[in-house]
């Protein structure tokens, strides 16, 4: 018997995030990061009429979130699919315009507890990091990249996608250890980073690990390039007057999301209705620590 896991992701900013969107009864929204289903939830509880398409490239998410919805009458059409297509699900499901699009980025707790593909670097598990639940033969996964891009090109992307200071040695320890064994384990990697960073940043703040892996979860599932592809597509799905609600959690997608939207404001095609981000009250960060870096901008569309 198929052993049943229960979401265990804690959703941030969750009232302001729905209350943002000036949703109603028979309202069509898109939770293009549907991850626990809990801005869904809510959503449904607020506006029992209205029809929720839910997008995760997670094909288990639905599953592990249905509970939520049991006691829920609203009408949820989910897809497995990035967010990045939102045109294409919408064309699924013969959808024109909609009236809300929520978008909650970076990683969801069931992926980092759960999934078993290498997210966390507190567990020994494969070295595979992408949000497909069962990825083919054909897909990248970081155990690639690590063992076959060159010393530049690594140093390149934990520098430009974690901030990572020490990037160039962390890229050659990793190109030094290949040569030994191939790198299979997230602790093979940890163990790499451990011996290529000084012993002052090892006892830092943050796990010395930690930019690394996000460098490379980002690289291994282009968040960036689907990041600037879904708030494109989002904007032209959105009715006049709709909006967009966007959590961002690190400042490289916070800075894409921010340029978007004021250069989509010149061209007088949306509103910004968040002049400042919302972040998480102190109440929030303490019940729930990875809201602190959290930051979510609205914007209304103000041209059809």
Not at 45 to 65: N, Y
Request: hydrophobic share 35%.
């Amino acid at each position: 018997m198929e052993e049943k896991i229960n979401s265990v992701h804690k959703t941030v900013l969750l009232n302001e995030t729905v209350d943002g969107l000036n949703l109603h009864d028979g309202s069509i929204v898109v939770d293009g990061t549907f991850g626990g289903g809990g801005h869904s939830a809510l959503i449904c509880k607020k506006f029992p009429k209205v029809t929720i398409i839910a997008i995760d490239q997670d094909k288990g998410a639905f599953k592990k979130a249905e509970s939520k919805f049991q006691d829920l009458n609203c009408k949820v059409l989910f897809n497995n699919n990035n967010f990045r297509k939102i045109d294409t699900v919408l064309e699924k499901e013969s959808i024109k315009e909609v009236h809300g699009i929520i978008l909650d980025l970076g990683l969801s707790s069931d992926q980092l507890e759960n999934s078993g593909r290498g997210f966390s670097f507190m567990k020994d598990e494969p070295l595979l990091m992408t949000m497909k639940e069962n990825p083919s033969p054909e897909d990248l996964t970081v155990r690639d990249i690590v063992n076959t891009w060159g010393e530049e090109n690594l140093a390149n992307i934990i520098y430009g996608y974690g901030e990572e200071q020490f990037s160039k040695r962390i890229a050659k320890g990793i190109v030094e250890a290949r040569k030994v064994a191939e790198i299979k384990t997230t602790f093979d990697l940890v163990k790499i980073i451990q011996d290529s960073v000084p012993n002052l940043y090892k006892k830092g703040r943050i796990n010395c690990a930690t930019k690394t892996f996000q460098a490379l979860r980002i690289a291994v599932n282009d968040e960036l390039g689907a990041l600037s592809q879904g708030l494109t597509k989002g904007i032209e799905a959105l009715k006049k007057g709709g909006r967009m609600s966007v959590i961002s959690f690190h400042s490289l997608e916070d800075r894409i999301v921010k340029r978007f939207f004021k250069e989509k404001e010149k061209e007088g095609i949306i509103k910004i209705i968040t002049k400042r981000p919302i972040v998480g009250s102190d109440k929030e960060i303490k019940e729930n620590p990875r809201s602190r870096s959290a930051k979510l901008r609205i914007i209304e569309r103000c041209q059809a």
